[in-house]
T-cell receptor, first 115, second 111 residues
Framework: GAVVSQHPSWVICKSGTSVKIECRSL??????MFWYRQFPKQSLMLMAT?????????EQGVEKDKFLINHASLTLSTLTVTSAHPEDSSFYIC???????????FGEGSWLTVV | EDKVVQSPLSLVVHEGDTVTLNCSYE??????LLWYKQEKKAPTFLFML????IEKKSGRLSSILDKKELFSILNITATQTGDSAVYLC???????????FGKGTSLLVTP
């Protein structure tokens, strides 16, 4: 079964609204989680590193005020896409590593469509 | 800057063929090289390679790493239509667990 759960799997929202995506580690504690975005026919692109109890670290070109990341507990990180626009429509995936770092698990991903 | 180049970008083969997918990488403080298979949703883990020259096998899939040449290959023998997917590689550094993926190889196995 999944060890990293993402919710929702699919979401459609109106342009200008905000949408929250959750990423949970089910069987382990993850002090660090990662958020990726994937546009059609492109590879996964790292957006940000989510650190429990502190601010997220964003990759170059990713707007921190638009993609709000909160990692309030050792098993939950959330990504909020604020004031969503159609160009934000994409596949968003989170990942988390076990404490040993031997395995990196991905969530099932969330398809966001902004209309 | 870290870099990952995969080749070929796409490949079409017939069932039963053997394929070799390539991944070259540049990363600071290399720790491991990971391979993933991505179908319609999130990537599924295939291999983590840390040492040079040691082949890892899982059924018809195998992979090997060359840390001197900064290169890894993924072999799939006796391909099946279910192997059709995008195969991604990513180096992992000692500085964290973020993955910078290559563009992937899109494999299509035809009946």
């Amino acid at each position: 079964g999944a060890v990293v759960s993402q919710h929702p799997s699919w979401v459609i929202c109106k342009s200008g609204t905000s949408v929250k995506i959750e990423c949970r580690s089910l069987d382990f504690q993850a002090t660090t989680m990662f958020w990726y975005r994937q546009f059609p026919k492109q590879s996964l692109m790292l957006m940000a590193t989510s650190n429990e109890g502190s601010k997220a670290t964003y990759e170059q070109g990713v707007e921190k005020d638009k993609f709000l990341i909160n990692h309030a507990s050792l098993t939950l990180s959330t990504l909020t896409v604020t004031s969503a626009h159609p160009e934000d429509s994409s596949f968003y995936i989170c990942s988390a590593s076990t404490q040993s770092g031997n395995t990196i698990y991905f969530g099932e991903g969330s398809w966001l469509t902004v209309v | 800057e870290d870099k990952v180049v995969q080749s070929p970008l796409s490949l079409v083969v017939h069932e039963g063929d053997t394929v070799t997918l390539n991944c070259s990488y540049e990363v600071t403080n290399f720790r491991s090289l990971l391979w993933y298979k991505q179908e319609k949703k999130a990537p599924t883990f295939l291999f983590m390679l840390t040492s040079s020259g040691i082949e890892k096998k899982s059924g018809r899939l195998s992979s090997i790493l060359d840390k001197k040449e900064l290169f890894s290959i993924l072999n799939i023998t006796a391909t099946q239509t279910g192997d059709s997917a995008v195969y991604l590689c990513a180096p992992l550094s000692n500085s964290g667990y973020a993955l910078n993926f290559g563009k992937g190889t899109s494999l299509l196995v035809t009946p």
